[in-house]
């Protein structure tokens, strides 16, 4: 049993670059998110979708964009990496009242 | 607009003592839910107990317990009978559906626990 699953574990890129967070969840949760993690910030949203179809920024969306693919797959893409961006980023599932799955975490470093 | 606030960034507890880790909470809307999670120095994100807004029962699970005033917004985690392992970091999270808000999930910034042999 998976949970959520995030990939990669850790990437440096340089500035300008692009690159493609990707996630999956085999939970058949309708609801999934995106957060990075700072320290002394705690966890802040980035996006979220609350369902197949739909997505909706949360509080820190600028620089980030992302895709629900389908039910499984929710993807955070950065089109032009600069060094404000250098954080943990989580990918969680969940349904509606319960708890969210939290993926293992990908470590970025923009230099 | 909603809000979570921890306001201790690191917390000290003897092994073997009770402690209460704080968490205020802003909303309006009427029907959310309450969530705490553990964060070791591993790295993942470790659910602990929820709490629905119209509960009526404190929630309990093991040693976790959470203490909730709905009057006060208040919704502190007490963990009974510290142990080493319960070192980590700790958040507090809510879900609504206010100002139109399709249920995200949004964090405190945490508090830092240390337990002291």
């Known amino acids: 049993n998976a949970g959520v699953t995030q990939t990669p574990k850790f990437q440096v890129l340089k500035t300008g670059q692009s690159m493609t967070l990707q996630c999956a969840q085999d939970m058949n949760h309708n609801s999934m998110y995106w957060y990075r993690q700072d320290p002394g910030m705690g966890l802040r949203l980035i996006y979220y979708s609350a369902s197949e179809g739909t997505t909706d920024k949360g509080e820190v969306p600028n620089g980030y964009n992302v895709s629900r693919l389908n039910k499984r797959e929710f993807s955070l893409r950065l089109e032009s990496a600069a060094p404000s961006q250098t954080s943990v980023y989580f990918c969680?599932?969940?349904?509606?009242?319960?708890?969210?799955?939290f993926g293992q975490g990908t470590r970025l470093t923009v230099v | 607009a909603q809000k979570i606030t921890q306001t201790q960034p690191g917390m000290f507890v003897q092994e073997k003592e009770a402690v209460t880790l704080d968490c205020t909470y802003d909303?309006?809307?009427?029907?959310?839910?309450l969530f705490w999670y553990k964060q070791p120095s591993s790295g993942e994100m470790i659910f602990l107990i929820y709490q629905g807004s119209y509960d009526e029962q404190n929630a309990t699970e093991g040693r976790y317990s959470l203490n909730f005033q709905k009057a006060r917004k208040s919704a502190n985690l007490v963990i009974s009978a510290s142990q080493l392992g319960d070192s980590a970091m700790y958040f507090c999270?809510?879900?609504?559906?206010?100002?139109?808000?399709?249920?995200?999930?949004?964090f405190g910034k945490g508090t830092k626990l240390s337990v002291k042999p």
């Open positions: 999270a809510m879900r609504d559906f206010a100002g139109g808000s399709q249920g995200n999930l949004i």
């Open positions: 969680a599932s969940s349904e509606q009242d319960f708890e969210a799955f």
């Open positions: 909303t309006s809307d009427q029907s959310y839910g």
